[in-house]
Antibody, heavy 121, light 109 residues
Framework: QLQLQESGPGLVKPSETLSLTCTVS??????????WGWIRQPPGKGLEWIGS???????YYNPSLKSRVTISVDTSKNQFSLKLSSVTAADTAVYYC?????????????WGKGTTVTVSS | QSVLTQPPSASGTPGQRVTISCSGS????????VNWYQQLPGTAPKLLIY???QRPSGVPDRFSGSKSGTSASLAISGLQSEDEADYYC??????????FGGGTKLTVL
């Protein structure tokens, strides 16, 4: 069945750029029925949507993060990636990637296990 | 401050029925469907309810969802100890963006 796996550095220095990749297995990222997105969860806090991308490259971003976020897709590798620039301690969180169903209705049905990113010098 | 409003906590005894509310606005719950996620300790969120009241395959029918106007509710009947988790509501907002509730921690007493 479809699986998503996040990967990337677990420690990032303040002011640097956080980079994560989500690898999709068991299905194609090029399906017309889905967007692919990033959600994060700071320690002890709730979920925050970061942004989403379609296989064609069309993106939506959280307005509060839009100036620092870039999400890209590589259909040849069945992967999509997140870059968050100028990070601070407030960006410390578990980062999840997820599939977004966009056919007939909207929901996130498959999630990765998450990867912890700590921002610290 | 989350866009969708949930109570921070809820509790019940085994076998009891509990409900968790989620309040939004005309641009999210009022015009789009609501989804619910269950997050067990130390794990990723899991889709529990989609399209207001639909259960994915494998989710027990003890879990049900409803929506009215700009509010939604998750009901859990026959409460079990394994239901102890954090529950989040979510909806597409017309801004456009995804919005979540702040989460409700359910304790089974």
């Amino acid at each position: 069945q479809l699986q998503l796996q996040e990967s990337g550095p677990g420690l990032v220095k303040p002011s640097e750029t956080l980079s994560l990749t989500c690898t999709v297995s068991g299905g194609s990222i090029s399906s017309s029925s889905y967007y692919w997105g990033w959600i994060r969860q700071p320690p002890g806090k709730g979920l925050e949507w970061i942004g989403s991308i379609y296989y064609s490259g069309s993106t939506y971003y959280n307005p509060s993060l839009k100036s620092r976020v870039t999400i890209s897709v590589d259909t040849s590798k069945n992967q999509f990636s997140l870059k968050l620039s100028s990070v601070t301690a407030a960006d410390t969180a578990v980062y999840y990637c997820a599939r977004h169903v966009v056919e007939f209705d909207y929901y996130m049905d498959v999630w990765g296990k998450g990867t912890t990113v700590t921002v610290s010098s | 401050q989350s866009v969708l409003t949930q109570p921070p906590s809820a509790s019940g005894t085994p076998g009891q029925r509990v409900t968790i509310s989620c309040s939004g606005s005309s641009s999210n719950i009022g015009s789009n469907t609501v989804n619910w996620y269950q997050q067990l300790p130390g794990t990723a969120p899991k889709l529990l309810i989609y399209s207001n009241n639909q259960r994915p395959s494998g989710v027990p029918d003890r879990f049900s969802g409803s929506k009215s106007g700009t509010s939604a509710s998750l009901a859990i009947s026959g409460l079990q100890s394994e239901d102890e988790a954090d529950y989040y509501c979510a909806a597409w907002d017309d801004s456009p963006s995804w919005v979540f509730g702040g989460g409700t921690k359910l304790t089974v007493l």
